[in-house]
């Protein structure tokens, strides 16, 4: 299917890139790995980029969610050499050329295109630089293919599928944060099955897969994974190191199940040691000195994923708000959280933002 | 591109927007710089989305570690909105109390077209006339003055070189013209020049508790003096001056609640219902011919030649360096980054050095306010996400007899907090931390909150908070001061800022004062029969850990205006003394903080002073 390249405007694109991209010294240049990790280094939010937002023009009410996705490139004010993208939200044969960003008539050195790229989808790219395919110095984001090549990598809003964490991770991590979050307990548990059933078969069908064990969860640890992944790359290094220490230490804790199988109980044990830093049988201290640490980490990790906005890939359905409107109301059974009034539709019912 | 006007304003919030707004509207030709992007309400883009949403990661979003190298805190988590300059790149550095360096969020307001005020709570509210004068009343007072025992506020107290009634048309057309909503009966300022509030909205019912406490508050202090609807910047009817409408619901009509939606304080709002600068003052006049912006462009330095700024430098977009020329150069980038763009400018310029610094004044007397309050977890649950800012505000804290009766150099208003901690990220966040530089830490390591324990502290405080504060002058001190640091630079190579700053024992007095007050409030209002309520604490900024860090977001002072150009940075009409055409407009001008939010103030003076230069250009 073709691309739908867009043209949100030079405003929109230095609106969004100027902040992290404008800064002393020359961007580095075409192939230059070690240059662009250098000045990918020098910016706190480089994750940013390409810049995943929405698209600017009217848009028919029936319309597929799509994200508009700007790619951008920083060169010198006047390079003359064509920068396109090609990538596999398009066709990998008919590379996407960029221009160059204007500010009141002059060149500013980024070169930019923004296209339509539907929602809770990931994709691989390159630059063409020059007739040269490089990586994106800029976005941090990589993905190694079995062939030995990499590739610059972007998904899309509430995207579904793991994209860095490990099956045995994600189950220990969902049984892990169960212990934080509220919904394990009767109640919620019960609202939750019955939300879910409740949603309408089209909204089970696109929300159904995203979350794992949706029927105990709202996908917070989908969302941890996209977290890690993309804005809090810099964790990834603690959770991994972490969940192989936690798994040891289960082990340890009780040698007859799997740590994924073991009752509450044994994660209730694990938390309180971690919590109140009691020393772990089994976890290396040299590897990671504070377990304390990783559980703060965790529990702001789970309470953002599970109520932040469903964007996000957490929140499934808005599960989580939903369960503090059910969980709280009048005496005329009248919600007390009533989140659906702000929001845009279709997840909220606001008749003026979108 | 154009490279030459009669104003060129550098920075389009609370000092520099309505000055621009002005001229425009006279005809003159303005350019106004920012730093950061323009982004637009939802009417200003086709498919009506706009850049601001209601989603509680854009107020704090993912973690980042701050990384500058010889801070004391490097390694530190932080969370900012996505309109704040990250401070890895631009740090802003003060003095913790063991002398160490360290970085903080705390003194910016925000980077972006329209300033702080797209991310502000609203609170509009004048000072008194009391608190314009200070060093007079002061004088004269009758009751000795709590903990100053070196005479250092009848000292260093200042009154304003104009008095109440000289700003209050401006208060007045500041009302009307960037758009605000509330009553004027019972505040303890004159309104002479009439009403100019739109009504305010429905309070949130968690509010009648505030509203009570207050009266009571009134009663017990002797002066029954009562509540007032918070004066707030929002629209609740079509605005004229602005030409911004109310939403229509489904048969027509105007439908202003839809403005509470406690996606507020920290957010800018996507309807362009909350006034900020840009949709109040300057997008009214972007289609005018004289008006022109340049976001995203950074100016760096100013350069003069025999007191007059010939050329304002500046970064484009693109890192490129460019100047343009203005007969009137208006600096409003918010007190901090206007003292650091002087003294840059000084460090490259001998005719801009020699007259800026004609006296040690520059930088110095930087203020911030005395801030605290209270908060409880009252008997009735509330639906808090639909709310604006505030709802009730009582000046019997800010009256000449109270500050007598409590040996007070200055006085507060106290307001309720509506929206705080309504949404739950915005719960989970603050639980234990309420500024920005610790978010977060109060949640991570309170790990008894988890499965049954998570739900208690939901059921407890899930639209059961109420918080009441106070806003107060801090007194000013020669020694709390902005410089330039000595190591650490920006992401350009350019010296940032360093805080320098202590609380007065008498601002700790009068905070430990104030707090009481709001702790009463709840303790009255939220027990009608006893008036003892029990409240879960109250407090003030100066006994946090990173208490030398805490602005409040009111970033004033370092740049005084005054009579005496021996003991002012500026001349009474915003000038720089020894400069011709050289304004500084944001709330670095103030030589007392105020016993209020500073906005409206800098607004209201910012009208004031475009009224004198319409007078040269
Ligand atoms: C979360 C929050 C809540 C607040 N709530 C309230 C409230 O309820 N009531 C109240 O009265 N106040 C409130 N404030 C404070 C209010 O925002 C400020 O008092 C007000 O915006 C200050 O106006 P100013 O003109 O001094 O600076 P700003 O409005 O901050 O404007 C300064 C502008 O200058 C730009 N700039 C800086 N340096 C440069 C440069 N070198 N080149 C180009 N541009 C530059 C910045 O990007 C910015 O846009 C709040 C602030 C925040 C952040």
């Known amino acids: 299917m073709a691309v ?34 250098a000045f990918r280094a020098r910016i706190a939010e480089a994750w940013r980029f390409p810049i995943v937002g929405f698209v600017r023009e009217v848009r028919p009410d029936d319309a597929p969610p799509v994200n508009l996705v700007t790619f951008v490139y920083k060169t010198t004010p006047g390079d003359g050499r064509p920068v396109a993208v090609l990538g596999t939200f398009g066709t990998l044969y008919e590379p996407i050329p960029l221009t160059p960003v204007l500010f009141e008539g002059e060149d500013t050195g980024y070169r930019a295109v923004s296209v339509e790229v539907p929602v809770a989808e990931l994709h691989l790219y390159k630059y063409l630089v020059d007739g040269r395919f490089v990586l994106d110095p800029i976005n941090p984001q990589r993905k190694r293919l079995a062939n030995g090549r990499t590739w610059s990598r972007f998904f899309t809003d509430g995207f579904l599928q793991p994209i860095i964490l490990e099956p045995w991770e994600l189950r220990i991590l969902y049984r892990l944060i169960d212990q934080i979050l509220p919904f394990r307990s009767g109640d919620a548990e019960n609202f939750l099955r019955r ?11 696109a929300e159904m897969p995203k979350a794992f064990r949706l029927d105990e969860s709202v996908g917070e640890v989908n969302a941890i994974d996209k977290l890690l992944a993309r804005d809090e790359a810099h964790r990834l290094a603690d959770y991994r190191i972490c969940l192989k220490q936690i798994d040891r230490a289960l082990r340890q804790q009780n040698p007859f199940v799997e740590p994924y199988e073991m009752p509450a109980e044994d994660f209730i ?66 919600t007390l959280f009533d989140w659906r009034a702000a929001l845009e539709k279709p997840l909220g019912t606001s008749p003026y933002y979108s | 591109m154009r490279d030459s006007f009669d104003v060129v304003v550098i920075g389009s919030g609370a000092g520099g927007a309505p000055i621009a707004n002005r001229l425009v509207r006279q005809g003159k030709s303005v350019l106004v710089f920012d730093k950061g992007p323009l982004l637009r309400p939802d009417y200003e883009v086709p498919g009506r989305r706009s850049d601001y949403r209601r989603d509680e990661l854009f107020s704090s979003g993912a973690e980042k570690i701050l990384r500058v190298p010889g801070l004391a805190n490097a390694g530190v988590s932080y969370y900012s909105s996505h309109v704040e300059p990250d401070i890895n790149d631009e740090p802003h550095v003060y003095r913790g109390p063991d002398n160490r360096d360290y970085g903080t969020i705390e003194g910016y307001t925000a980077q972006v077209v329209g300033g702080g005020t797209q991310l502000y709570g609203g609170v509009s509210l004048r000072f008194t006339p009391t608190d314009l004068r200070l060093k007079s009343f002061n004088e004269q007072r009758r009751s000795p003055l709590k903990d100053d025992p070196a005479g250092d506020v009848k000292r260093e107290a200042r009154d304003w070189p104009y008095d109440y009634a000289t700003l209050e048309p401006y208060y007045a057309m500041a009302e009307e013209l960037v758009g605000i909503c509330g009553t004027n009966d019972n505040q303890q300022k004159p309104f002479t020049s009439g009403n100019r509030y739109q009504p305010p909205l429905q309070p949130n019912p968690i509010s009648a508790y505030a509203n009570d406490g207050m009266a009571e508050l009134g009663r017990r202090l002797g002066s029954n003096i009562e509540p007032y609807r918070t004066p707030l910047a929002v629209i609740t009817r079509d605005h004229a001056p602005s030409g911004r409408k109310i939403p229509r619901d489904a048969a027509g009509n105007p439908d202003p609640e839809s403005a509470k939606t406690s996606y507020v304080n920290r957010y800018g709002d996507p309807l362009g219902l909350k006034s900020n600068t840009w949709v109040s003052l300057l997008g009214p006049v972007a289609r005018e011919a004289g ?23 500046y970064l484009d977009p693109g890192g490129i360096a460019r100047t343009v020329s203005g007969r009137i150069v208006v600096v409003a980038c918010s007190a901090i980054e206007s003292v650091r763009l002087l003294k840059l400018s000084a460090a490259q310029d001998d005719d801009f050095d020699r007259r800026i610094n004609q006296n040690p004044l520059l930088g110095r007397y930087f203020l911030t306010h005395c801030f605290g309050g209270a908060r409880a977890l009252m008997p009735g649950r509330f639906d808090k996400s639909k709310a604006l800012d505030a709802d009730w505000a009582t000046d019997c804290c800010a009256t000449d007899e109270f500050l007598e009766a409590n040996n007070l150099w200055a006085g507060a208003a106290i307001y309720n ?17 309420q500024d920005l530089d610790t978010l977060w830490n109060g949640f991570m390591s309170d790990v008894g909150m988890r499965a049954d324990g998570f739900i208690k502290f939901l059921d407890d405080e899930f639209g059961r908070g109420l918080s009441i504060s106070f806003m107060a002058n801090q ?11 000595p190591t650490v630079k920006d992401k350009w190579g350019r010296p940032v800022a360093y805080v320098i700053k202590t609380w007065h024992p008498h601002d700790r007095y009068l905070m430990d004062t104030m707090a009481r007050q709001c702790g009463n409030v709840l303790r009255y209002g939220g027990d009608p029969v006893g008036r003892n309520y029990p409240i879960q604490g109250q407090g003030a900024i100066y006994m946090a850990e990173n208490a030398l860090a805490r602005m409040a977001n009111h970033i004033l002072g370092g740049a005084r205006f005054g009579t005496d150009p021996k003991d002012s940075v500026l001349d009474p009409q915003n000038r720089a003394w020894e400069f011709d055409n050289l304004y500084v407009t944001d709330g670095a001008f ?5 016993g209020a939010n500073p906005t409206l103030t800098i607004q209201a003076n910012a009208f004031r002073v475009a009224d004198h230069l319409l007078t040269r250009v």
């Open chain 2, 291 to 313: 008006f022109e912006i340049r976001p995203n462009c950074v100016v760096t330095h100013l350069s003069s030649q025999n007191g007059r700024v010939t050329q304002v430098h």
């Open chain 1, 269 to 334: 044990e694990l938390y309180d040691k971690m919590a109140n830093g009691v020393t772990i049988a089994g976890w290396d201290y040299g590897a990671y000195a504070d377990p304390k640490f990783f559980l703060y980490l965790l529990r702001r990790h789970a309470v953002t994923t599970a109520f932040a906005h469903p964007r996000y890939a957490g929140n499934v359905g808005a599960a989580g708000w939903a369960y503090l409107e059910f969980r709280y109301a009048d005496r005329n059974k009248k």
């Open chain 2, 475 to 485: 007194v000013p001190q020669f020694d709390n001061r902005i410089e330039l640091h």
């Open chain 2, 590 to 594: 103030m030589p007392t903080s105020g």
């Open chain 2, 417 to 433: 907090n509506t929206s705080d901690q309504a949404l739950p990220l915005s719960l989970f966040r603050t639980h234990g931390s």
């Open chain 1, 4 to 37: 739908a390249v867009r043209d949100p405007g030079s405003e929109y694109v230095l609106n969004h890139c100027t902040k992290h991209l404008s800064r002393s010294g020359p961007p580095p240049e075409p192939g230059d790995e070690a240059a662009a990790t």
């Open chain 1, 195 to 205: 939300y879910y059933f409740g949603l309408n078969r089209d909204q089970r069908k």
